[in-house]
C-alpha cells in the first residue's frame, strides 16, 4: 500500500504525526505536502495528491489544510478521486464503509493531532461495505 500525502502551513505537525504513525505500520508514503510553517497555497498540494490517487500511484490519499474544506474541493476536481472531510474516526468510518473514499481531509485547525492519527487509522482499518452503497457510489 502507498499513501500520497498533502498539506499546507496549517498541517505540518499533523503530517508529521500521520506520516510517522504510517511509516511505523510499514506503509510507504509519498509526502506532497510542505514541510514549513510559511504561508502557502494548498491547491499546489492538494492536486499532487489527487493525481497520485487518480492514475493508481498511490493506493489511498490524505490531505490536510486549515479547515479541511478547501484542500479537500481541490483533491475532488480529480476524476475517481473521492475525498471526505473528516472530523471525528466514525465520520472517517462512514466515508470509507459507505462512500468508498480513497481520501481523507483533516482540518489542521479544529482537530488535535491524536485525533487525527486515530482518523486515519480508522480510515485504513475500515472497508467499503459495498453492497446498496456500491449503487450510490457508481452515481458520483
Known amino acids: 500500500m502507498k499513501i500520497a500525502i498533502g498539506n499546507d502551513h496549517a498541517g505540518v505537525e499533523t503530517k508529521n504525526a500521520i506520516v510517522t504513525y ?32 487518480a492514475s493508481g500511484k498511490a493506493t489511498l490519499g490524505i490531505v490536510i489544510c486549515g479547515s479541511g474544506n478547501g484542500i479537500a474541493m481541490t483533491v475532488n476536481k480529480h476524476a475517481g478521486v473521492r475525498c471526505a472531510v473528516c472530523w471525528t474516526k466514525e465520520i472517517a468510518a462512514l466515508a470509507r464503509a459507505h462512500n468508498d473514499a480513497n481520501v481523507i481531509s483533516i482540518p489542521a485547525r479544529f482537530t488535535a493531532v491524536p485525533q487525527a492519527v486515530e482518523m486515519v487509522a480508522t480510515f485504513l482499518d475500515t472497508p467499503f461495505e459495498g453492497g446498496r452503497h456500491q449503487r450510490r457510489v457508481e452515481k458520483i
Open 22 to 53: 504510517l511509516k511505523g505500520k510499514g506503509i510507504e508514503v509519498e509526502n506532497f505536502g510542505t514541510d514549513s510553517n510559511d504561508s502557502v497555497d494548498y491547491p499546489d498540494f492538494g492536486h499532487a495528491v489527487g493525481t497520485a490517487v
